[in-house]
């Protein structure tokens, strides 16, 4: 080789490595810092005697590898003709066994209208129940008061939230929650200070907020922000963590493994989202995450990849596709959004899926597992839908605003619902073949058995339309249901308990928790989908105060009523 | 052989003024008029964008016109002392290079300063449009088939022939769907909205990423399906600049020692 070929192969291989590694971050391979550690439960290894109650699950309807659509007698009316921010935003549910007959009830919240309990009567047979206003957002269905019955708590408008305490029966008293004064948005529950009863965390809606009462709501006590409510028994004792809050989405995971919970925020528009941390100086913000979704409207945790470490979900606005016809429809109204200055912005306007490295810290794999896009997403939450042992997603979307979309026919933004199929590899698949692309404007969203047959059925609260119940007609794998039972404490329903389901398959993870995904409390009782072809050999649960049950020797296709 | 090489600078200089692409570009003969045309651009430039106002690609604009005089004087230079073929190599030479410097503006403004991507669109921002674009890469489409036909085939030539086609098709992509998008918000009543800035074949969000059967096979291909618009025409023009560069060594290694 003569020596000028050679200096410009030379000058030619270093022009080319010099800019591969400056383009290193974008050629970065997905799931290089993906962990594979185990489980980090905290808490001393105490053991805690259970009884444990097993009752045969009842025959599956004839599958039809499809889920099938019912409506539901509730619509989220909106009051006006034209339908403008924040109205948009609609109202969310929460399903869970409000009388304790084995059947999970629906709550659904509405903004013009009045709320509703839809009471299960079994076989997808409801009966309503209005309730005396409407003007909610959130719902969650929590024993507030520790005595053993589910009470329903709505977050409202521009007044403090209210809670309906459950007399037994159907009957309800309507209250206030002693010293909750905040005019709050999204709402959640967790024994927040490790005392044994459930505080309640509140973020208002601060854009929604001064829209209704004026800037100068903000100059008020209880105005706009992030609270944490401490139980104290007889009254709450608020705290604001943050004078500032978007809030449309509230998690409260255990993400350190200090067996504590963080306050995870997630606020609309620019105002970043938030993590709160408790520790002995109080609390402080964190930075968990080098990524945060930009418009934040739901989080979900879920062990996705079976490896006993929760990922993440945020959901946020893009297209689900890149047709044309959809495009069109998006330009015009992105075309509006502010947008801050691009510089050290952590917020993407994408769904993300946060996963945990080996080292602790988290990185958005959303798009590398095709989760980012799911249209204008609202409320988006993980279940094993097809019972095969993997968490699979659902995410219900669409838009109506007069004002944002007044180029399209009635300022709505339809698009179809999407349910997105786990492979087994943590990689997420669009499953229009399950049948579960409505179009209806959904909003608030839960998951729950509903008939009873062991696998999980779907409730939507759309905007404007009749409430949808997916019933879950796919085929294969068998369930364990699980309700936990703690007679000797406030929290009744052993919200923050933490589950182990070891199979021959795998180990499942999950735990009780009060509200996840936009406004959407979620049923106390815990489902498992199982393969096929598994067996089950053992369900480990830890108790909030970090005890040990172990139960052996289970049956699939039942419901286990563990009680402490 | 390479240490006998770098032994001392004065040889690397000597070396590389016997290159055929420096021989062809002769630094001196152009360099007082390119030196004065382009502190006059760079005060004009200053004085149009700062000064008056003017938006940076005008700005820019005006300055590339300045610098055409040096640019006409040293094409004509080049017709008279090697003919046709080797002055439409060097204009393909200068304004590949031009063209490759915009990126390298985008890319820096995106990378380095961090700004949002609708606004990382280099020094002239108005020329970021799909039918510059597309105008572009087909003409050097055009100009690479007009080389090689008068002579300049080699391996560097066929590779960068390739390139450009597959550069061109992706062009080509965008802007089918960029009168598609045009076509939509218009029906929607909005067509003032602009339609620029889909994403192609390659990168993210592009066709590839979007296939059911290769992401059913392979997820997602690292670059290829998950890097930036930005990134992928980065990567395009740095490719193309580099294989004409190295066509053209080729041939006018030969040329020029025949001349």
């Given at each position: 080789m003569d020596r000028q070929r050679t200096t410009y192969l030379l000058l030619l291989v270093s022009v080319v490595v010099i800019l591969l590694l400056l383009s290193g971050p974008v050629l970065r391979r997905p799931g290089a810092a993906h962990s594979q550690s185990g489980p980090r439960l905290a808490g001393t290894e105490r053991t805690a005697s259970v009884a444990v109650r097993a009752e045969r699950l009842v025959a599956s309807t004839p599958c039809t590898g499809r889920f099938t659509r019912h409506a539901l007698p509730h619509a989220t009316t909106n009051g006006t003709a034209a339908v403008r921010m924040f109205n948009s935003n609609g109202s969310g549910l929460a399903i869970d066994d409000l009388d304790d007959d084995g059947d999970e009830d629906v709550v659904l919240a509405n903004l013009a209208g009045p709320n509703s309990i839809l009471w299960?009567?079994?076989?997808?047979v409801f009966r309503k129940q209005k309730l005396a206003h409407g003007d909610s957002r959130a719902v969650n269905i929590v024993d507030v008061d520790g005595d053993g019955k589910q009470d329903i708590l709505f977050s409202r408008h521009t007044l403090p939230p209210t809670v309906w305490r459950n007399l037994g029966g159907d009957r309800f008293v309507e209250g206030m929650l002693p010293g909750v004064d905040g005019k709050v948005y999204a709402t959640n529950w967790a024994d927040v200070d490790g005392d044994g009863d459930l505080d309640l965390v509140a973020g208002a809606y601060d854009a929604g907020l001064e829209k209704d009462l004026?800037?100068?709501?903000?100059?008020?006590?209880?105005?706009g922000g992030l609270y944490m409510y401490e139980n104290r028994g007889a009254e709450f004792v608020g705290q604001?963590?943050?004078?500032?809050a978007e809030a449309l989405a509230l998690a409260l995971p255990d993400l350190d493994g200090d067996g504590r919970p963080e306050i995870m925020v997630g606020n609309d528009f620019d105002l970043p989202d938030e993590v709160w941390r408790r520790s002995l100086g109080g609390w402080s913000l964190i930075a968990p995450f080098r990524k945060t979704t930009h418009s934040t409207m739901s989080f979900d945790l879920g062990d996705i990849d079976n490896d006993g470490v929760q990922e993440v979900f945020a959901s946020d606005m893009k297209p689900y596709d890149q047709n044309v016809r959809t495009l069109a429809q998006w330009r015009p109204m992105m075309a509006q959004m502010p947008h801050k200055a691009f510089r050290g912005n952590r917020q993407i306007m994408e769904n993300v899926l946060q996963i945990q490295g080996d080292n602790g810290t988290y990185r958005n794999e959303a798009y590398d597992r095709f989760v980012d896009a799911t249209g204008w997403s609202w409320s988006a939450k993980f279940g094993d839908l097809d019972r095969d042992g993997f968490l699979d997603l659902y995410v219900v979307n669409g838009m109506i605003a007069n004002d944002l979309f007044h180029y399209l026919p009635h300022g709505e933004l339809v698009e179809q619902n999407r349910a997105l199929r786990n492979d087994g590899h943590a990689r997420f698949r669009h499953a229009p073949e399950w049948g579960l692309g409505s179009t209806a404007s959904g909003r608030g969203m839960s998951m729950a058995d509903m008939d009873g047959d062991g696998d999980l059925d779907i409730i939507a609260n759309n905007l404007g339309k009749p409430a949808e119940l997916f019933e879950n007609r796919l085929c294969g794998g068998a369930a364990l249901l699980v309700d936990l039972r703690q007679s000797?404490?406030?929290?009744t329903r052993a919200v923050g308990a933490r589950l182990v389901l070891h199979t021959s398959a795998g180990s499942y993870h999950r735990d009780v928790r009060v509200a996840s995904g936009y406004l959407s409390g979620d049923p106390s009782r815990i489902h498992f989908g199982i393969p096929d072809d598994a067996t089950v050999r053992s369900l480990e649960v830890r108790w909030p105060d970090g005890a040990v049950s172990v139960a052996k020797s289970l049956d699939v296709n039942h419901l286990l009523i563990v009680t402490r | 052989m390479i240490g006998r090489h770098w032994e001392s600078g004065g040889s690397f200089i000597r070396e590389l003024r016997r290159d055929p692409l420096v021989q062809l570009l002769r630094p001196r003969e152009q360099a007082r008029l390119l030196l004065i045309t382009s502190a006059l651009g760079l005060v004009l430039w200053g004085t149009l964008a700062w000064q008056v106002g003017m938006p940076i690609w005008g700005a820019t604009t005006m300055v590339l016109s300045l610098l055409l005089v040096p640019g006409a004087r040293k094409w004509r230079a080049d017709l008279r002392r090697h003919g046709v073929t080797v002055m439409v190599l060097s204009v393909i030479l200068t304004m590949q290079g031009f063209h490759s410097l915009e990126h390298v503006a985008q890319w820096v403004q995106y990378?380095?300063?961090?700004?949002?991507p609708q606004r990382s669109s280099g020094l002239i921002s108005a020329a970021n449009a799909e039918w510059v674009h597309f105008i572009w890469n087909w003409s050097v489409v055009g100009i690479v088939v007009l080389l090689m036909v008068r002579g300049v085939r080699n391996p560097w030539a066929w590779l960068m022939l390739v390139w450009s086609v597959a550069h061109t098709m992706e062009h080509t992509y965008m802007l089918v769907r960029y009168l598609q998008l045009k076509q939509e918000l218009g029906l929607l009543g909005v067509p003032q909205i602009s339609a620029q800035g889909l994403p192609g074949i390659l990168g993210r969000d592009g066709l590839l990423s979007t296939n059911p059967t290769l992401m059913r096979i392979c997820g997602r291909v690292p670059g290829?399906?998950?890097?930036?618009r930005l990134d992928v025409h980065f990567w395009w023009n740095t490719g193309e600049t580099l294989l004409l560069a190295a066509a053209a060594h080729r041939f006018l290694r030969t040329h020029l020692t025949r001349e």
């Open positions: 299960n009567e079994g076989k997808l004026g800037y100068n709501f903000m100059f008020t006590r209880s105005g604001k963590l943050s004078e500032r000797n404490s406030p929290n | 990378h380095v300063l961090h700004w949002q290829l399906t998950t890097t930036s």
